[in-house]
């Protein structure tokens, strides 16, 4: 086994750093594709300030659909979003 690897900026782990750095963010379901918008307010009630959103899948919403989301986000204009995600080295 590997050890996890976290690639994203350690300034912004915390859902508040994410939300006062104005970080656009969204879901996307990794089976059908479905892409939500997601709102601060509901992430911070759901997991707090202060916890974080790399590597958190959620099941999909969209009714027929087993599959999870994953959240994404970008930290600069024109740049690309990229999954919140922990990947294996």
């Known amino acids: 086994m590997g050890t996890k690897v976290t690639v994203w900026p350690k300034d912004l782990h915390t859902i508040r750093a994410m939300r006062d ?4 963010v969204h879901a996307k379901c990794a089976t059908c594709g479905l ?3 997601v709102s601060y ?3 911070i009630m759901k ?6 959103l790399v590597g ?3 099941p999909c919403p969209r009714m027929g659909c087993h ?3 994953v959240y994404y986000a970008k930290t600069g204009e024109g740049l690309p979003f990229r999954a919140l995600v922990e990947h294996v080295a």
């Open 21 to 24: 750095a104005r970080l656009p």
């Open 35 to 37: 892409r939500l918008r």
């Open 41 to 43: 307010d509901l992430l």
């Open 47 to 52: 997991y707090g300030l202060h916890n974080d």
């Open 56 to 58: 958190k899948y959620e």
């Open 67 to 69: 599959g999870q989301y």
